[in-house]
């Protein structure tokens, strides 16, 4: 069995997207896959259309897309023309077999009501047919601490430290991409 290291990163809501794009960035420098987990429609567009716009190769996938749609979708990171995968709950369903290989799971967002370990265990299958160690991150914003404690009760979550300079930095490029396109930012509430 491969192992999985099992992390949360606890960072503001205000720079949760800073810190995902840093994550991915860190992915892509290492020709390594990401699946990104959303927990709706709108927030998997939002976020796939974010990382396109600041140089992270993403692609969106969710239950809107049509079965063709889908398979372009899940092409592009097989012939690596992407390295992010951002999608709603409906990639766990497929099970690991349909998505590409993957090295690193992030929970982008654990508030919805339906997140739970066995949420959580099913979207860290992912990582079940790569041939090196993956990465499972979990990313707590303030909003999200009841998730938190109990991942860390059932799944022992260990802490995951980012470079908060190079993530404040990010939160710079976001801003100043969300002058040209206002859809990259949250909502005021953080949840779209």
């Not at 069995?1 to 860190?26: G, K, T």
């Not at 709603?88 to 497929?94: H, K, L, M, Y």
Request: hydrophobic share 40%; aromatic share 4%.
């Amino acid at each position: 069995m491969i192992p999985v290291d099992h992390y949360s990163i606890f960072v503001l809501q205000r720079l949760r997207d800073a810190c995902l794009v840093h994550l991915c960035n860190e992915a892509q420098a290492a020709n390594q896959t990401t699946a990104i987990f959303t927990r709706s429609i709108t927030e998997t567009r939002r976020v796939s259309h974010l990382l396109d716009a600041l140089n992270v190769r993403a692609v969106s996938l969710h239950c809107d897309l049509s079965p063709s749609e889908r398979a372009a979708s899940l092409g592009r990171p097989r012939r690596k023309e992407c390295l992010a995968i951002v999608t709603t709950d409906i990639a766990a369903n497929f099970g690991p077999l349909m998505i590409p290989k993957v090295n690193r799971v992030i929970n982008y967002d654990v508030t919805a009501w339906r997140f739970t370990p066995k949420t959580y265990t099913q979207r860290a299958s992912h990582l079940a047919h790569t041939e090196n160690p993956g990465q499972v991150i979990t990313l707590i914003t303030e909003i999200d601490l009841e998730v938190c404690l109990r991942l860390e009760k059932d799944v022992g979550l260990k802490e995951h430290t980012v470079n908060m300079d190079t993530v404040r930095t990010y939160r710079k490029q976001i801003e100043e991409a969300a002058r040209e396109d206002p859809s990259l930012i949250e909502s005021p509430l953080g949840r779209n």
